[in-house]
């Protein structure tokens, strides 16, 4: 038809770089990185999904045990950290919005603070594992947990070797979350490098949006896991 | 994304956010009242309901258009569902253990 048909290249593509060759349109494009992302997150909510099974059988099994072990957690930090991660959600909600509507000073400060957040969940994380450190509640040869009441039932104590279960799940559930943060981190470091650049438009911020949902999606885990890990029978 | 909706995600993006923390807190306190086994009911039912507005208003699962993604979204409940369902409908049920 026109002279862009001689050399390969359709309107679309003459005026959007980021538009690969492969997809028809940026459309397409976009719909095809976010059924991969969700794909992904799929496999990623079966990978969970088996931990969280393991952790219902013995919760199951010992429950009292597990009560007095989740009750040696500090549920004040555990709160503060879903806090902490709800408010990073927030912050990558808002950087799409930025990009979607070109504040890229916004989009920069918001993938910032994201980041900020993000690193202050770990630090609250490090400040929780070297307590369990200290009180030798790390499964493995120097693990302790003698004398400690099961909740609600006085004079009762907890059998060691089903607490050393709990903080076994404890230690790999969380300690996988926070593999996912620190690849998180990594995740949103390159996007705040392309946003420095300048790389993305109202028309093109797909890796916004698909940072955003790994994100989320590490948030939702934690949304779990704070009530199971560190609530359990709290009241007793 | 569309443009008639550049107005509204922000105070929408607010509103989940503060219902989130707001849940968070719910989770805190309720777990300090005896509500006898009723009490992992009511801490799954506020994550449920917490990750169900992340996954609805901040990951857009409302308002997606692609039937692909829901498919992907409904499996992957159904498949998280049949792991847990069905493993529980064993092990709870092993009165010989």
């Known amino acids: 038809m026109s002279d862009s048909t001689v050399v390969g290249l359709?309107?679309?593509?003459q005026h959007r770089p980021e538009l690969l060759h492969h997809f028809a349109d940026a459309q397409q494009q976009r719909d095809s990185s976010s059924f991969g992302m969700w794909i992904f997150l799929?496999?990623?909510?079966?990978?969970?999904?088996g931990l969280f099974c393991a952790y219902l059988i013995y919760r199951g099994w010992y429950f009292g045990?597990?009560?007095?072990?989740?009750?040696?957690i500090d549920a004040r930090l555990g709160g503060a950290n879903t806090a902490v991660l709800i408010c990073s959600s927030l912050t990558v909600v808002l950087a799409i919005w930025a990009a979607q509507t070109?504040?890229?000073?916004l989009l920069i400060a918001m993938l910032i603070l994201t980041m900020l957040f993000g690193v202050t969940f770990l630090g609250i994380k490090g400040i929780e594992y070297k307590a369990k450190f200290d009180e030798h509640h790390v499964p493995g040869a120097s693990f302790s947990f003698d004398h400690e009441e099961i909740p609600?039932?006085?004079?009762q104590y907890a059998n060691p070797r089903h607490a050393?279960?709990?903080?076994?799940?404890y230690f790999i559930m969380t300690g996988l979350h926070a593999l996912h943060m620190i690849i998180g981190l990594g995740l949103f470091t390159w996007l705040l490098v392309m946003a420095w650049r300048g790389r993305f438009t109202p028309e093109?911020?797909?890796p916004l949006e698909m940072g955003g949902l790994y994100w989320h999606f590490v948030d939702i885990v934690w949304i779990y896991l704070f009530p199971l890990l560190y609530l359990i029978d709290r009241h007793a | 994304m569309s443009d008639h909706s550049q107005s509204s995600p922000l105070k929408m993006y607010f509103v989940v956010w503060g219902s989130l923390l707001l849940g968070t807190l719910l989770t805190y306190e309720a777990a300090l009242l005896d509500l006898g086994r009723f009490n992992a009911a009511v801490a799954l039912t506020i994550a449920t309901t917490k990750a169900l507005l992340v996954a609805l208003f901040f990951m857009h699962i409302k308002g997606a258009h692609e039937k692909l993604l829901k498919l992907v979204v409904i499996s992957t409940v159904f498949f998280l569902f049949l792991l847990l369902v069905l493993s529980m409908a064993d092990y709870g049920t092993r009165a010989w253990s």
């Open chain 1, 10 to 13: 359709n309107h679309e593509e």
């Open chain 1, 65 to 72: 045990d597990f009560a007095a072990a989740s009750k040696s």
């Open chain 1, 164 to 169: 050393q279960i709990f903080f076994s799940l």
């Open chain 1, 42 to 49: 799929a496999t990623e909510v079966m990978f969970f999904g």
């Open chain 1, 204 to 206: 093109y911020y797909t």
């Open chain 1, 152 to 155: 609600g039932h006085p004079g």
């Open chain 1, 102 to 105: 070109s504040r890229r000073a």
